[in-house]
């Protein structure tokens, strides 16, 4: 089933009931919907206490498949995303990894 924008409003809509102040959509879903298999996601802002029940919350309602990962776990990662992917939420309103961010650990 391909990935269809009523999947990324409803990822979307779940996500900020999480916390989530932005959202980007990356990999195949983000550049060719049409033919993606699966929905990824990077979330900001979810509370760590929240997260894994967020992503099974998405796991479960979404009719496709659905990849989670956290902005804020990966600053390399999150630049990447950030580079490549399609903000869908917090465009403005939520930070963007910064240049000069430390990697934690």
């Known amino acids: 089933m391909p990935v269809e924008q009523a999947h990324i409003d409803q990822a979307v809509a779940i996500a900020k009931e999480f916390g989530a102040t932005r959202v980007i959509v990356f990999g195949s879903a ?12 990077a979330c900001g ?3 760590p206490r929240n997260f894994y029940r967020m992503v099974g919350h998405l796991m479960t309602s979404l009719p496709v ?3 989670v990962v956290a902005l804020e776990d990966n600053v390399h ?3 990447h995303v950030e580079a490549t ?6 465009a403005e309103s939520a930070p963007r990894v910064a240049e000069g961010a430390q990697l934690e650990g």
Do not use: C, Q
């Open 30 to 41: 983000a550049h060719s919907p049409a033919t993606a298999h699966d929905l990824d996601i």
């Open 65 to 67: 498949p659905v990849d």
């Open 45 to 47: 802002g979810v509370p």
């Open 77 to 79: 990662f999150a630049r």
């Open 85 to 90: 992917g399609r903000v869908v939420l917090g």
